[in-house]
T-cell receptor, first 114, second 113 residues
Framework: EPEVTQTPSHQVTQMGQEVILRCVPISNHLYFYWYRQILGQKVEFLVSFYNNEISEKSEIFDDQFSVERPDGSNFTLKIRSTKLEDSAMYFC????????????FGDGTRLSIL | AQSVTQPDIHITVSEGASLELRCNYSYGATPYLFWYVQSPGQGLQLLLKYFSGDTLVQGIKGFEAEFKRSQSSFNLRKPSVHWSDAAEYFCAVGASGTYKYIFGTGTRLKVLA
């Protein structure tokens, strides 16, 4: 069964550094998402992306964050200047329609900010 | 405001016992409902989904869930739990008009041999 893949599985970064998290969505999917899960807390929506633009974002997704689909297969989340509170598990998801099909999640990237 | 409540943070059951995990939601629009499971160090795997139609939905691994609009609930059930079912279970809600899912805080299931 096709799946969403995320790299790296664990990223350790110094505070203030830029980090890029990478995702390869399921190949025929058109909608892409990022969520995060701070340790011990619920999974929170960050952003959705369709047709090469952001379609919805949460209040968490401020100017420090950006997303990009640099080619036909990858979907990236960039955090420009990381803060300690950015430490979390980041999940990428994709779906082939907005509402009528479920979002499929990757295994996540654990981001640790030192 | 939209919200999802999973009242039970931890549940412990014996292997072979039945299981019910509770989920209540608050959503103004017609909800789409999901249960995901997360094993330690793993991502979120979809167990089952409800969009419309039959309110009792079957999922993978022998799980089922029932949508009860009058109670704003979507409880997950399994008649006989296996040790491999030990994991964290998340209820999530989506809706027409929005791209995001709203997740509950999760229920951690422990299975006793």
């Amino acid at each position: 069964e096709p799946e969403v893949t995320q790299t790296p599985s664990h990223q350790v970064t110094q505070m203030g550094q830029e980090v890029i998290l990478r995702c390869v969505p399921i190949s025929n999917h058109l909608y892409f998402y990022w969520y995060r899960q701070i340790l011990g807390q619920k999974v929170e929506f960050l952003v959705s992306f369709y047709n090469n633009e952001i379609s919805e974002k949460s209040e968490i997704f401020d100017d420090q964050f950006s997303v990009e689909r640099p080619d036909g297969s990858n979907f990236t989340l960039k955090i420009r200047s990381t803060k300690l509170e950015d430490s979390a598990m980041y999940f990428c998801a994709s779906s082939d329609m907005r509402n009528d099909q479920p979002q499929h999640f990757g295994d996540g990237t654990r981001l640790s900010i030192l | 405001a939209q919200s999802v409540t999973q009242p039970d943070i931890h549940i412990t059951v014996s292997e072979g016992a039945s299981l019910e995990l509770r989920c209540n939601y608050s959503y103004g629009a017609t909800p789409y409902l999901f249960w995901y499971v997360q094993s330690p160090g793993q991502g979120l795997q979809l167990l089952l989904k409800y969009f419309s139609g039959d309110t009792l939905v079957q999922g993978i691994k022998g799980f089922e869930a029932e949508f009860k609009r009058s109670q704003s609930s979507f409880n997950l059930r399994k008649p006989s739990v296996h040790w491999s079912d030990a994991a964290e279970y998340f209820c999530a809600v989506g809706a027409s008009g929005t791209y995001k899912y709203i997740f509950g805080t999760g229920t951690r299931l422990k299975v006793l041999a």
